[in-house]
């Protein structure tokens, strides 16, 4: 059974989301990433980086959000086409979200929710990036039901993120194409499923210690896809 070490971020809930569309067994490893669990020394041992998500696959250890969705969808032959061409274009997109929606979204959210100051040329610079980004999503998907054609990885890691937009502070209304496939993907029951691991959203709190270095351990709660 796949161990899945993880805390209720955009991040942890791309590979959750995944794993119950994929219909994989798992195990739950919640992280409290208050507590520091995250840079305990095992933690460490599985993601020497300290961060969430991590797996663990019949010893076989991974991290990076990104690298734990091609190798799942890869273990379960789902949401990754096998032409050469297809593939690319889901990377693509799935390469989109892991450099820019991600870091520019996370940006976003430090510099408006949770820096002592604020300073409005970084909170507007940063808004303003993600307003262009998911322009540049509503766009794709006004040609289009999902970012790469079918629903796959690539639509599973940015709908984990661009789900919570107003967080960042950008209005995600005006994108009716975005809003649309939120919809859509919203109501699929896996995905229901796969964003109450292991818990509700993080508070403003949790999401402001998971965006800054901590210390882990793991605590465990056992879960079947």
Known sequence: MIQLYTAATPNGHKVSVALEEMGLPYEV????????????????????NGRIPAIVDEGFALAESGAILVYLA??????????????????????????AIGPMMGQANVF??????KIKPAIDRFQ??????????????????????DYSIADIATWCWTRTASWSGVDPAPFVHLERWHAAIAARPAVGRGIRVPGPLPSAQTTAAAAAPAAPAAATAGRMA
Request: proline fraction near 4%; hydrophobic fraction near 45%; glycine fraction near 10%.
């Open 29 to 48: 490893h919640a992280v409290d990433l208050l507590a520091g669990e995250q840079k305990s020394d095992a933690f460490l041992a599985i993601n020497p």
């Open 128 to 149: 303003g990036e993600v307003g262009r980004l998911l322009g540049v999503l509503d766009r794709q998907l006004a040609e289009q039901e999902y970012l790469a054609g």
């Open 74 to 99: 890869e273990k379960s032959g789902l949401f990754l086409p096998s032409d050469r061409r297809g593939r690319a274009r889901v990377l693509q997109w799935l390469m989109f979200q892991m450099s």
């Open 112 to 117: 408006f929710r949770y820096f002592p100051e």
